[in-house]
Nanobody, 125 residues
Framework: QVQLVESGGGLVQAGGSLRLSCAASGFTFSTYAMAWFRQAPGEEREFVAGISWSVGSRAYADSVKGRFTISRDNAKNTVYLQMNFLKPEDTAVYYC??????????????????WGQGTQVTVSS
């Protein structure tokens, strides 16, 4: 049974930090590119950050560049999102997803292979 389980969300003040984790099971994690997406109330889900299966490539949305860092540990089947200097506009449900490449994850998210259930991040001003 495939599972992607996000954790680490919560309430934080603007300027603070959070670290999200996504634990994967039921598939060969090390062969998939992974990404984080987010969806704010009334908004469409958007790509936040992606990382290749080999950790050789990363990509970020312009809105989070320089503040967020995506990483993965293939030995632990886990992908992380370190979020620093958080802003109220970062408030959203954050989802992890697995796909074939960063390009596919970013540009054709409808083709994403697996999705997690999401974790809420709320940034207060």
């Amino acid at each position: 049974q495939v599972q992607l389980v996000e954790s680490g969300g919560g309430l934080v003040q603007a300027g603070g930090s959070l670290r999200l984790s996504c634990a994967a099971s039921g598939f060969t994690f090390s062969t998939y590119a992974m990404a984080w997406f987010r969806q704010a109330p009334g908004e469409e889900r958007e790509f936040v950050a992606g990382i290749s299966w080999s950790v050789g490539s990363r990509a970020y949305a312009d809105s989070v560049k320089g503040r967020f860092t995506i990483s993965r540990d293939n030995a632990k089947n886990t992908v992380y999102l370190q979020m620093n200097f958080l802003k109220p506009e970062d408030t959203a449900v954050y989802y992890c997803a697995a796909g074939t490449t960063i390009g596919q994850l970013k540009g054709r998210s409808y083709e994403n292979k697996y999705w997690g259930q999401g974790t809420q991040v709320t940034v207060s001003s």
